[in-house]
């Protein structure tokens, strides 16, 4: 059964951190890419970071140097560590295939709020 379940999100001040968590099936995580998303309010779907089954990863501009995204294989688990957070980084965020589009299938998601 296809499942993504993504984790701690909340409010944090600018400058914080936050690490969130993404428990994948295997039929998603199994030798596959990860990516996280996000979405602000009425914006699009963003891909923010992705980790290849090699381990490499890539990034959007706007988080580069700041977010790390890592995967643990034995865990069917996608991490993705923010730092120096500002507020336009305020967001639901999701986990998903690079390759995945609206109609795919997606999890809750996890809000993250950067304020003061």
């Known amino acids: 059964q296809v499942q993504l379940v993504e984790s701690g999100g909340g409010l944090v001040q600018p400058g914080g951190s936050l690490r969130l968590s993404c428990a994948a099936s295997?039929?998603?995580?199994?030798?596959?890419?990860m990516g996280w998303y996000r979405q602000a309010p009425g914006k699009e779907r963003d891909l923010v970071a992705v980790?290849?089954?090699?381990?490499?990863?890539s990034y959007a501009g706007s988080v580069k140097g700041r977010f790390t995204i890592s995967r643990d294989n034995a865990k069917n688990t996608v991490y993705l560590q923010m730092n120096s957070l500002k507020p336009e980084d305020t967001a639901v965020y999701y986990c998903?295939?690079?390759?995945?589009?609206?109609?795919?299938?997606w999890g809750q998601g996890t809000q993250v709020t950067v304020s003061s």
């Open positions: 980790i290849n089954s090699d381990g490499s990863t």
């Open positions: 998903n295939r690079p390759i995945a589009t609206m109609s795919s299938y």
């Open positions: 295997g039929s998603i995580f199994r030798l596959n890419a």
